[in-house]
């Protein structure tokens, strides 16, 4: 075997462990998820070693996905950490073995406080299991590790139960996109969906003409612009918009009598339009929607405030 094959082995090992946690999917999972969908205070996540690495991975996937979540080492506990833990909590409690020697020194405290304790171990027969209110198999047969030594498929496992539990959670709270972004908010993400259209319309210098303009007047101010249309105001409130493809097809009907016409002939009397607290994403929507690369941002009453455009979305 040369080295790339010893890369797939791994891979496949792994991936295999993967799937046979699908037939340990019971109702101690589901019990799982139920306690902590039901939990009033926090998810507190407990492991050691690479257990305990991938443990304060699982917390943070169950923070962003909205269920409050951190990590504590167990060795911590002994040095006051333990005044974080309330009665309104749940332990996740994280080992392969489900014999290590620090956590098993954790269990008794949390016992002792009537904290429910959520199990996940390899081993149905461990301490570990035999101590928790609920038990999560996450036994695997054997490590990728050539010497069935160095955790790697049963870390696998435990983090892929990990993210099973957050997102069986994620759909019993009807955790949307829009929850996400508020938990990303540096994120891309977090910016499409929390950016309004008031955060990027070009609000000066906009290209406003009357309704009785002539159309080759209107093509000088439209050209002006920069913004490919032109927008006719009646009363200080939005009356149409005429962009620069309707221009161009009126010039091709009407030809020499293109001048003879003005704005109010060829605008289009109902816009699309938007409020200034209207998200991006909402914005993009409408712009595939009716195929169109502008929107005007208006109040209530068709005041114009700004222009959205295809380019002010991409961020």
Request: hydrophobic share 40%; net charge negative.
């Amino acid at each position: 075997m040369n080295i790339r094959e010893y890369a797939i082995q791994a891979i496949r090992d792994e991936a295999q462990a993967v799937l046979d946690l699908i037939p340990k999917l019971d109702e101690n999972f589901d019990n799982a998820v139920d306690l902590i969908f039901r939990c009033k205070g926090k998810v507190i996540v407990t492991g050691v070693g690479k257990s305990g690495h991938i443990g304060a991975k699982i917390a943070a996937t169950l923070s962003s996905t909205g269920t409050p979540s951190f990590f504590i080492n167990p060795l911590d506990v002994f040095h006051g950490d333990l005044g974080v833990m309330t009665k309104d909590d749940v332990v996740l409690a994280i080992s392969n073995s489900g014999q290590t020697d620090e956590l098993l020194r954790f269990i008794p405290m949390v016992l002792h406080m009537n904290v429910p304790i959520i199990g996940m171990s390899g081993n149905n027969d461990s301490l570990l299991a035999k101590y928790s209110n609920i038990h999560i198999n996450v036994g695997v047969s054997k490590e990728a590790c050539p010497l069935n030594l160095a955790p790697t498929s049963s870390t696998t496992a435990q983090l892929v139960m990990g993210d099973a539990l957050a997102i069986a959670l994620m759909e019993m709270r009807h955790f949307r996109p829009q929850d996400f972004a508020q938990f990303h908010p540096g994120g891309e993400l977090g910016k499409r969906l929390l950016t309004t259209a008031r955060d990027v319309m070009r609000s000066s210098e906009l290209p406003i003409i009357p309704q009785e303009m002539h159309l080759g007047e209107a093509i000088i101010h439209v050209s002006k612009g920069k913004l490919g249309l032109g927008v006719s105001l009646e009363d200080g409130k939005i009356a149409g918009l005429i962009t620069d493809g309707d221009i161009r097809r009126a010039m091709e009907k009407w030809q020499a009598q293109f001048f003879d016409h003005t704005v109010s002939d060829i605008m289009t009397r109902s816009p699309k339009m938007v409020l200034p607290t209207t998200r991006i994403t909402e914005i993009q929507r409408i712009m595939h929607k009716y195929k169109i690369h502008t929107v005007l941002v208006a109040d209530e009453e068709r005041h114009l405030l700004g222009v959205v455009d295809h380019y002010s979305c991409m961020i």
